[in-house]
Protein backbone atom coordinates (compact mmCIF):
# COMPACT_ATOMS: atom_id res chain seq x y z
CA UNK A 1 0.00 0.00 0.00
CA UNK A 2 1.52 3.21 -0.87
CA UNK A 3 -0.80 5.17 1.25
CA UNK A 4 -3.30 4.39 3.55
CA UNK A 5 -5.98 5.92 1.36
CA UNK A 6 -3.67 4.34 -2.12
CA UNK A 7 -3.67 8.19 -2.65
CA UNK A 8 -7.54 8.32 -4.05
CA UNK A 9 -8.98 11.42 -2.91
CA UNK A 10 -12.34 10.06 -2.84
CA UNK A 11 -11.21 7.81 -0.31
CA UNK A 12 -10.20 11.02 2.16
CA UNK A 13 -13.07 11.29 3.90
CA UNK A 14 -15.14 10.61 7.05
CA UNK A 15 -17.57 7.86 6.06
CA UNK A 16 -20.35 10.07 6.86
CA UNK A 17 -19.67 12.85 4.38
CA UNK A 18 -19.97 10.24 1.60
CA UNK A 19 -23.65 10.02 2.52
CA UNK A 20 -23.91 14.06 2.68
CA UNK A 21 -25.18 14.48 -1.17
CA UNK A 22 -28.33 13.27 -0.54
CA UNK A 23 -28.88 15.45 2.71
CA UNK A 24 -28.83 19.26 1.31
CA UNK A 25 -32.35 20.76 0.27
CA UNK A 26 -33.46 19.80 -3.49
CA UNK A 27 -32.34 22.63 -5.42
CA UNK A 28 -28.74 23.12 -3.84
CA UNK A 29 -26.52 24.84 -5.74
CA UNK A 30 -23.65 26.33 -3.75
CA UNK A 31 -22.25 25.62 -0.59
CA UNK A 32 -19.74 28.07 1.48
CA UNK A 33 -17.73 26.53 3.90
CA UNK A 34 -15.27 28.19 6.34
CA UNK A 35 -12.35 27.82 8.77
CA UNK A 36 -11.31 29.13 12.06
CA UNK A 37 -9.43 28.85 15.46
CA UNK A 38 -12.31 29.32 17.81
CA UNK A 39 -10.13 29.87 21.05
CA UNK A 40 -7.39 27.66 23.12
CA UNK A 41 -4.23 28.46 25.16
CA UNK A 42 -3.36 31.00 22.54
CA UNK A 43 -4.67 35.01 21.31
CA UNK A 44 -3.02 34.71 17.84
CA UNK A 45 -2.20 31.86 15.57
CA UNK A 46 0.23 31.55 12.48
CA UNK A 47 -1.47 30.41 9.45
CA UNK A 48 0.34 27.75 7.96
CA UNK A 49 0.18 24.39 6.34
CA UNK A 50 -2.84 24.33 3.77
CA UNK A 51 -0.34 24.94 0.66
CA UNK A 52 1.09 21.24 1.52
CA UNK A 53 -2.62 19.72 1.61
CA UNK A 54 -3.60 21.72 -1.77
CA UNK A 55 -0.06 20.22 -3.58
CA UNK A 56 -0.14 17.26 -1.70
CA UNK A 57 -3.93 16.15 -2.58
CA UNK A 58 -5.84 18.14 -4.74
CA UNK A 59 -3.74 19.75 -8.01
CA UNK A 60 -4.85 18.31 -11.54
CA UNK A 61 -6.81 15.58 -12.40
CA UNK A 62 -7.01 13.91 -8.73
CA UNK A 63 -10.56 11.79 -10.11
CA UNK A 64 -10.03 8.76 -12.39
CA UNK A 65 -12.41 6.03 -13.51
CA UNK A 66 -9.62 3.88 -11.18
CA UNK A 67 -10.38 5.42 -8.48
CA UNK A 68 -14.26 6.18 -8.75
CA UNK A 69 -14.40 2.39 -9.06
CA UNK A 70 -12.47 1.50 -6.21
CA UNK A 71 -13.94 3.92 -3.95
CA UNK A 72 -17.35 2.42 -4.98
CA UNK A 73 -16.33 -0.84 -4.17
CA UNK A 74 -15.57 0.14 -0.44
CA UNK A 75 -17.85 2.47 0.56
CA UNK A 76 -20.18 -0.17 -0.80
CA UNK A 77 -19.08 -2.34 1.55
CA UNK A 78 -18.54 -0.12 4.20
CA UNK A 79 -22.15 2.06 3.45
CA UNK A 80 -24.13 -0.07 1.41
CA UNK A 81 -25.31 -0.33 -1.95
CA UNK A 82 -26.87 3.57 -3.22
CA UNK A 83 -24.38 6.05 -0.54
CA UNK A 84 -21.54 6.82 -2.54
CA UNK A 85 -22.19 9.31 -5.12
CA UNK A 86 -20.76 7.78 -8.17
CA UNK A 87 -22.80 9.67 -10.90
CA UNK A 88 -21.08 13.08 -8.81
CA UNK A 89 -17.57 12.26 -9.40
CA UNK A 90 -18.15 10.56 -12.37
CA UNK A 91 -19.57 13.69 -13.67
CA UNK A 92 -16.63 15.68 -12.18
CA UNK A 93 -14.65 13.13 -14.15
CA UNK A 94 -16.08 14.32 -17.58
CA UNK A 95 -17.32 17.15 -17.04
CA UNK A 96 -14.15 18.96 -15.62
CA UNK A 97 -11.43 15.82 -16.45
CA UNK A 98 -11.08 15.10 -12.77
CA UNK A 99 -10.14 18.33 -11.58
CA UNK A 100 -12.21 19.94 -8.25
CA UNK A 101 -14.45 22.20 -9.29
CA UNK A 102 -13.94 24.25 -6.42
CA UNK A 103 -12.47 27.80 -4.99
CA UNK A 104 -10.18 28.26 -1.72
CA UNK A 105 -9.21 31.72 -0.61
CA UNK A 106 -7.26 32.12 2.42
CA UNK A 107 -4.80 34.40 4.40
CA UNK A 108 -1.11 33.94 3.04
CA UNK A 109 0.54 31.94 5.22
CA UNK A 110 2.63 33.08 7.43
CA UNK A 111 -0.12 35.64 8.71
CA UNK A 112 -0.19 35.84 12.15
CA UNK A 113 -3.91 36.12 13.41
CA UNK A 114 -6.16 36.55 16.42
CA UNK A 115 -8.32 33.94 17.02
CA UNK A 116 -11.98 33.66 15.96
CA UNK A 117 -11.21 35.22 13.07
CA UNK A 118 -12.03 33.26 9.46
CA UNK A 119 -8.32 31.69 7.64
CA UNK A 120 -10.01 30.22 4.83
CA UNK A 121 -13.19 30.10 2.97
CA UNK A 122 -14.32 27.14 0.62
CA UNK A 123 -17.24 27.34 -1.98
CA UNK A 124 -17.66 25.22 -5.40
CA UNK A 125 -17.53 26.56 -8.33
CA UNK A 126 -20.37 23.91 -10.17
CA UNK A 127 -23.89 23.90 -9.02
CA UNK A 128 -23.82 20.70 -9.61
CA UNK A 129 -21.54 19.81 -7.08
CA UNK A 130 -22.36 21.45 -4.32
CA UNK A 131 -22.15 18.32 -2.20
CA UNK A 132 -18.09 18.69 -2.73
CA UNK A 133 -17.27 22.29 -0.34
CA UNK A 134 -17.51 19.95 2.62
CA UNK A 135 -16.33 16.85 1.57
CA UNK A 136 -13.15 18.26 1.90
CA UNK A 137 -13.70 19.62 5.03
CA UNK A 138 -11.95 16.34 6.09
CA UNK A 139 -8.49 16.80 4.55
CA UNK A 140 -8.86 20.88 4.55
CA UNK A 141 -9.18 20.64 8.57
CA UNK A 142 -5.42 19.01 8.98
CA UNK A 143 -4.39 22.00 8.45
CA UNK A 144 -5.10 22.26 12.02
CA UNK A 145 -2.02 20.70 12.99
CA UNK A 146 0.71 22.69 11.32
CA UNK A 147 -1.11 25.92 12.40
CA UNK A 148 -0.95 24.73 15.90
CA UNK A 149 2.98 23.36 15.62
CA UNK A 150 3.69 26.90 13.81
CA UNK A 151 1.68 28.75 16.67
CA UNK A 152 3.43 26.97 19.31
CA UNK A 153 6.98 27.11 18.13
CA UNK A 154 5.94 30.98 18.06
CA UNK A 155 5.16 31.68 21.19
CA UNK A 156 8.33 30.10 22.38
CA UNK A 157 10.06 31.79 20.09
CA UNK A 158 8.21 35.09 21.61
CA UNK A 159 9.14 33.79 25.07
CA UNK A 160 12.80 33.62 24.59
CA UNK A 161 12.88 37.19 22.65
CA UNK A 162 11.58 38.88 26.13
CA UNK A 163 14.29 37.12 27.56
CA UNK A 164 16.87 37.94 25.47
CA UNK A 165 15.73 41.61 24.80
CA UNK A 166 16.35 41.72 29.06
CA UNK A 167 19.74 39.85 29.27
CA UNK A 168 21.58 39.85 26.24
CA UNK A 169 23.35 42.14 23.78
CA UNK A 170 21.94 40.99 20.44
CA UNK A 171 19.51 38.49 19.32
CA UNK A 172 21.74 36.97 16.47
CA UNK A 173 21.28 33.67 17.32
CA UNK A 174 17.57 33.91 17.83
CA UNK A 175 16.73 31.19 14.67
CA UNK A 176 18.92 29.08 16.23
CA UNK A 177 17.51 29.20 19.94
CA UNK A 178 14.84 26.63 19.54
CA UNK A 179 15.91 22.95 18.17
CA UNK A 180 13.33 20.64 16.81
CA UNK A 181 13.94 17.00 18.73
CA UNK A 182 10.47 15.69 17.96
CA UNK A 183 10.75 13.73 14.84
CA UNK A 184 11.19 10.34 16.68
CA UNK A 185 8.40 10.81 19.26
CA UNK A 186 6.21 12.14 15.99
CA UNK A 187 3.01 9.92 15.07
CA UNK A 188 4.17 9.03 11.66
CA UNK A 189 6.91 10.30 8.81
CA UNK A 190 4.21 12.33 7.50
CA UNK A 191 3.18 14.16 10.82
CA UNK A 192 7.22 14.88 11.40
CA UNK A 193 7.34 16.51 7.78
CA UNK A 194 4.09 18.28 8.65
CA UNK A 195 4.75 19.65 12.09
CA UNK A 196 8.73 20.01 11.81
CA UNK A 197 8.23 22.26 8.66
CA UNK A 198 5.56 24.16 10.75
CA UNK A 199 8.65 24.85 13.09
CA UNK A 200 10.70 26.14 10.73
CA UNK A 201 8.63 28.90 10.15
CA UNK A 202 10.10 30.70 13.30
CA UNK A 203 13.29 28.59 13.86
CA UNK A 204 16.18 27.04 11.27
CA UNK A 205 17.56 24.65 14.11
CA UNK A 206 16.20 20.81 13.31
CA UNK A 207 17.23 17.60 13.70
CA UNK A 208 14.19 16.64 11.66
CA UNK A 209 15.02 15.59 8.30
CA UNK A 210 11.77 15.03 6.84
CA UNK A 211 11.25 18.65 7.53
CA UNK A 212 13.70 19.63 5.22
CA UNK A 213 12.11 17.35 2.58
CA UNK A 214 8.52 18.73 3.31
CA UNK A 215 9.93 22.63 2.96
CA UNK A 216 12.31 21.46 -0.28
CA UNK A 217 8.85 19.97 -1.95
CA UNK A 218 6.28 21.87 -0.60
CA UNK A 219 7.32 25.18 0.22
CA UNK A 220 10.52 26.40 -2.34
CA UNK A 221 13.14 26.50 0.44
CA UNK A 222 16.09 24.35 -0.93
CA UNK A 223 17.62 23.87 2.88
CA UNK A 224 15.52 25.29 5.47
CA UNK A 225 17.24 24.48 8.50
CA UNK A 226 20.73 23.31 9.84
CA UNK A 227 21.66 21.26 12.99
CA UNK A 228 25.61 20.23 14.18
CA UNK A 229 27.78 16.82 14.96
CA UNK A 230 25.91 15.82 18.46
CA UNK A 231 26.36 12.67 20.56
CA UNK A 232 23.52 10.54 21.87
CA UNK A 233 23.65 8.51 25.36
CA UNK A 234 24.77 5.51 23.04
CA UNK A 235 27.72 6.34 21.67
CA UNK A 236 29.21 8.03 24.93
CA UNK A 237 28.29 4.88 27.09
CA UNK A 238 29.83 2.78 24.66
CA UNK A 239 32.79 3.82 26.21
CA UNK A 240 31.93 2.55 29.44
CA UNK A 241 31.39 4.52 32.65
CA UNK A 242 35.19 4.65 33.27
CA UNK A 243 36.10 5.96 29.99
CA UNK A 244 33.46 8.54 29.91
CA UNK A 245 36.50 11.46 29.87
CA UNK A 246 37.71 9.14 26.86
CA UNK A 247 34.13 9.69 24.52
CA UNK A 248 34.17 13.33 25.65
CA UNK A 249 37.59 13.75 24.32
CA UNK A 250 36.94 11.54 21.04
CA UNK A 251 34.18 14.05 20.26
CA UNK A 252 36.39 16.77 20.46
CA UNK A 253 38.95 15.44 18.52
CA UNK A 254 36.45 14.28 15.31
CA UNK A 255 34.52 17.29 14.96
CA UNK A 256 37.79 20.24 15.59
CA UNK A 257 35.96 22.87 13.78
CA UNK A 258 32.15 22.96 13.90
CA UNK A 259 30.07 23.17 16.95
CA UNK A 260 29.33 20.15 18.43
CA UNK A 261 26.87 18.85 20.94
CA UNK A 262 27.59 16.54 24.30
CA UNK A 263 24.87 14.63 25.87
CA UNK A 264 27.03 14.41 29.48
CA UNK A 265 24.21 13.16 32.20
CA UNK A 266 25.33 9.66 31.68
CA UNK A 267 26.20 9.03 35.07
CA UNK A 268 27.18 12.48 36.76
CA UNK A 269 26.46 15.90 35.42
CA UNK A 270 27.84 17.37 38.25
CA UNK A 271 31.44 15.60 37.70
CA UNK A 272 31.33 15.82 33.83
CA UNK A 273 31.36 19.32 34.22
CA UNK A 274 33.56 20.11 37.08
CA UNK A 275 35.89 17.16 36.37
CA UNK A 276 36.00 16.01 32.48
CA UNK A 277 34.95 19.29 30.59
CA UNK A 278 36.03 21.38 33.30
CA UNK A 279 39.19 20.10 33.95
CA UNK A 280 41.00 17.27 31.78
CA UNK A 281 39.49 18.75 28.92
CA UNK A 282 39.50 21.90 29.55
CA UNK A 283 42.56 23.42 27.26
CA UNK A 284 40.78 21.43 24.55
CA UNK A 285 38.16 23.22 24.64
CA UNK A 286 39.79 26.41 25.44
CA UNK A 287 41.02 25.93 22.00
CA UNK A 288 37.87 26.21 20.18
CA UNK A 289 36.92 29.51 18.63
CA UNK A 290 33.69 31.08 18.83
CA UNK A 291 32.80 29.26 15.64
CA UNK A 292 33.00 26.21 17.26
CA UNK A 293 31.81 25.79 20.40
CA UNK A 294 31.47 22.81 22.88
CA UNK A 295 27.45 22.69 23.41
CA UNK A 296 27.31 20.51 26.94
CA UNK A 297 23.59 18.65 27.03
CA UNK A 298 22.25 18.05 30.62
CA UNK A 299 19.15 15.33 29.82
CA UNK A 300 17.87 14.92 33.16
CA UNK A 301 16.20 16.06 36.50
CA UNK A 302 14.43 19.57 37.36
CA UNK A 303 15.20 21.77 34.27
CA UNK A 304 16.01 24.97 35.83
CA UNK A 305 17.50 23.96 38.79
CA UNK A 306 20.34 21.77 36.62
CA UNK A 307 20.56 24.19 34.04
CA UNK A 308 21.47 26.68 36.19
CA UNK A 309 23.66 24.30 38.82
CA UNK A 310 25.37 23.44 35.39
CA UNK A 311 26.16 27.34 34.10
CA UNK A 312 27.91 27.76 37.71
CA UNK A 313 29.84 24.63 37.46
CA UNK A 314 31.06 25.61 33.79
CA UNK A 315 31.25 29.54 34.95
CA UNK A 316 33.82 28.57 38.05
CA UNK A 317 36.23 26.67 35.51
CA UNK A 318 35.87 28.56 32.63
CA UNK A 319 35.67 32.12 33.71
CA UNK A 320 32.79 34.92 32.99
CA UNK A 321 32.29 38.09 31.44
CA UNK A 322 29.60 40.09 31.98
CA UNK A 323 27.41 41.90 28.47
CA UNK A 324 26.38 45.85 28.73
CA UNK A 325 23.35 44.52 30.62
CA UNK A 326 24.77 43.39 33.78
CA UNK A 327 24.29 39.57 32.80
CA UNK A 328 26.79 36.74 33.16
CA UNK A 329 28.41 35.10 29.64
CA UNK A 330 30.57 31.83 29.20
CA UNK A 331 32.96 32.03 27.42
CA UNK A 332 32.12 32.33 23.39
CA UNK A 333 33.59 28.47 22.77
CA UNK A 334 30.85 27.09 25.70
CA UNK A 335 27.56 26.95 25.31
CA UNK A 336 24.39 24.80 27.20
CA UNK A 337 21.62 23.27 25.52
CA UNK A 338 18.47 21.89 27.70
CA UNK A 339 16.32 19.22 25.32
CA UNK A 340 14.37 17.70 28.18
CA UNK A 341 11.17 18.49 29.53
CA UNK A 342 10.57 21.49 27.14
CA UNK A 343 7.17 23.18 26.83
CA UNK A 344 5.66 26.63 26.10
CA UNK A 345 5.73 27.11 29.86
CA UNK A 346 9.31 25.60 30.85
CA UNK A 347 10.67 27.96 28.72
CA UNK A 348 9.76 30.73 30.71
CA UNK A 349 10.48 28.82 33.88
CA UNK A 350 14.22 28.05 33.05
CA UNK A 351 15.00 31.36 31.93
CA UNK A 352 13.57 33.29 34.72
CA UNK A 353 15.56 30.80 36.50
CA UNK A 354 18.99 32.33 34.93
CA UNK A 355 17.90 35.60 35.08
CA UNK A 356 17.58 35.54 39.04
CA UNK A 357 20.93 33.98 38.69
CA UNK A 358 22.62 36.99 37.02
CA UNK A 359 22.79 34.37 33.67
CA UNK A 360 22.07 35.69 30.15
CA UNK A 361 19.87 33.88 27.56
CA UNK A 362 22.29 33.78 25.36
CA UNK A 363 23.87 31.09 26.84
CA UNK A 364 21.23 28.47 26.26
CA UNK A 365 19.37 26.83 23.77
CA UNK A 366 16.37 24.80 23.77
CA UNK A 367 15.78 21.59 22.25
CA UNK A 368 12.45 20.23 22.20
CA UNK A 369 10.62 17.30 20.93
CA UNK A 370 6.94 16.24 21.80
CA UNK A 371 6.24 19.55 23.43
CA UNK A 372 6.55 20.77 20.00
CA UNK A 373 5.28 18.43 17.54
CA UNK A 374 3.24 16.29 19.73
CA UNK A 375 1.19 16.70 22.32
CA UNK A 376 -1.29 18.91 20.82
CA UNK A 377 -5.05 18.31 19.17
CA UNK A 378 -7.41 19.66 16.94
CA UNK A 379 -8.75 21.21 19.82
CA UNK A 380 -5.82 23.13 21.07
CA UNK A 381 -6.46 25.62 19.26
CA UNK A 382 -10.80 24.53 18.83
CA UNK A 383 -9.76 24.66 14.99
CA UNK A 384 -13.26 24.10 13.48
CA UNK A 385 -14.81 24.41 9.61
CA UNK A 386 -18.22 25.54 9.33
CA UNK A 387 -21.01 26.18 6.97
CA UNK A 388 -21.61 29.58 6.20
CA UNK A 389 -23.74 30.24 3.56
CA UNK A 390 -25.64 28.17 0.76
CA UNK A 391 -27.47 28.89 -2.67
CA UNK A 392 -30.84 27.18 -3.01
CA UNK A 393 -33.08 27.58 -5.72
CA UNK A 394 -31.61 30.38 -6.60
CA UNK A 395 -32.16 32.12 -3.08
CA UNK A 396 -28.88 32.91 -0.99
CA UNK A 397 -29.98 32.00 2.97
CA UNK A 398 -26.92 32.65 5.74
CA UNK A 399 -26.24 29.08 7.20
CA UNK A 400 -25.39 28.64 11.00
CA UNK A 401 -25.04 26.94 14.75
CA UNK A 402 -25.51 27.82 17.74
CA UNK A 403 -25.76 25.00 20.69
CA UNK A 404 -27.81 26.21 24.08
CA UNK A 405 -25.75 23.69 25.10
CA UNK A 406 -22.27 25.36 24.16
CA UNK A 407 -22.79 28.95 22.77
CA UNK A 408 -18.70 28.84 22.30
CA UNK A 409 -19.46 26.61 19.42
CA UNK A 410 -21.51 29.73 17.36
CA UNK A 411 -20.53 29.55 13.84
CA UNK A 412 -20.64 32.55 11.87
CA UNK A 413 -23.14 33.32 9.05
CA UNK A 414 -22.90 34.69 5.31
CA UNK A 415 -20.46 35.36 2.98
CA UNK A 416 -17.36 36.22 4.95
CA UNK A 417 -14.49 38.88 4.11
CA UNK A 418 -11.36 39.46 6.59
CA UNK A 419 -10.45 42.66 6.72
CA UNK A 420 -8.08 45.34 8.30
CA UNK A 421 -9.37 48.00 10.44
CA UNK A 422 -7.49 50.12 12.91
CA UNK A 423 -4.75 47.96 12.28
CA UNK A 424 -6.51 44.86 13.28
CA UNK A 425 -7.88 41.86 11.68
CA UNK A 426 -11.73 41.35 11.50
CA UNK A 427 -13.96 39.23 10.25
CA UNK A 428 -16.97 40.62 8.62
CA UNK A 429 -20.34 38.40 8.31
CA UNK A 430 -23.21 38.60 6.14
CA UNK A 431 -22.14 39.89 2.80
CA UNK A 432 -21.42 42.81 4.88
CA UNK A 433 -17.73 42.99 4.39
CA UNK A 434 -15.62 44.84 1.39
CA UNK A 435 -14.20 42.32 -1.74
CA UNK A 436 -11.58 44.86 -2.37
CA UNK A 437 -10.91 44.58 1.12
CA UNK A 438 -10.70 41.57 1.92
CA UNK A 439 -7.39 40.01 3.11
CA UNK A 440 -8.16 36.27 1.62
CA UNK A 441 -6.68 35.46 -1.42
CA UNK A 442 -7.62 32.54 -3.86
CA UNK A 443 -5.20 30.33 -3.98
CA UNK A 444 -6.73 27.42 -5.47
CA UNK A 445 -9.27 26.75 -8.42
CA UNK A 446 -10.39 23.96 -10.98
CA UNK A 447 -7.54 22.40 -9.51
CA UNK A 448 -4.66 25.00 -10.22
CA UNK A 449 -2.64 26.48 -7.90
CA UNK A 450 -2.74 30.57 -8.07
CA UNK A 451 -0.01 31.53 -5.61
CA UNK A 452 2.80 29.32 -4.55
CA UNK A 453 4.55 30.38 -1.51
CA UNK A 454 8.17 30.48 -0.45
CA UNK A 455 9.05 29.84 2.97
CA UNK A 456 11.06 32.92 3.16
CA UNK A 457 8.15 34.82 2.27
CA UNK A 458 6.26 33.06 4.96
CA UNK A 459 8.79 33.63 7.66
CA UNK A 460 8.92 37.33 6.97
CA UNK A 461 5.01 37.13 7.79
CA UNK A 462 5.06 35.38 11.00
CA UNK A 463 8.61 37.32 12.73
CA UNK A 464 7.63 40.94 11.87
CA UNK A 465 5.86 42.05 14.90
CA UNK A 466 7.74 39.53 17.26
CA UNK A 467 11.34 41.13 16.93
CA UNK A 468 10.25 44.72 16.03
CA UNK A 469 7.90 44.63 19.57
Same mark, same amino acid.
Given at each position: ??????????????????????????????????????????? +?????? @???? !? /????? *?? %? =??????????????????????????????? +?????? @???? !? /????? *?? %? =?????????????????????????????????????????????????????????????????????????????????????????????????????????????????????????????????????????????????????????????????????????????????????????????????????????????????????????????????????????????????????????????????????????????????????????????????????????????????????????????????????????????????????????????????????
Amino acid at each position: MSHPCNDNFLLATDSYKVTHWKQYPPGTEYVHGYFESRGGKFE +EIVFYG @LQYI !I /KRWML *GQ %V =VTAEKIEEAKAIYDAHLGPECFNEEGWRYIL +EKHGGR @LPIE !I /KAVPE *GS %V =VPYRNVLFTVVNTDPKCYWLTTYVETLLVEVWYPITVATISREMKKTIVKYLAETADNMDRLPFKLHDFGFRGASSVESAAIGGSAHLVNFKGTDTIAALVAARQYYNCPMAGFSIPAAEHSTITAWGKEREVDAFKNMLDSFPKSPVACVSDSYNIWEACEKYWGEELKDSIESRGKDSPLVIRPDSGDPPTVVCKVLKILGDRFGTTTNSKGYKMLPPFLRVIQGDGITCDTIGTILEAMKQEQWSAENLTFGCGGGLLQKHNRDTLKCAFKCSYAVINGEGINVYKDPITDHGKLSKKGKLTLEMEDGKYVTKTEGAGCQDKNLLVAVFKNGELLIDYNLDDIRERAKTDIVNK
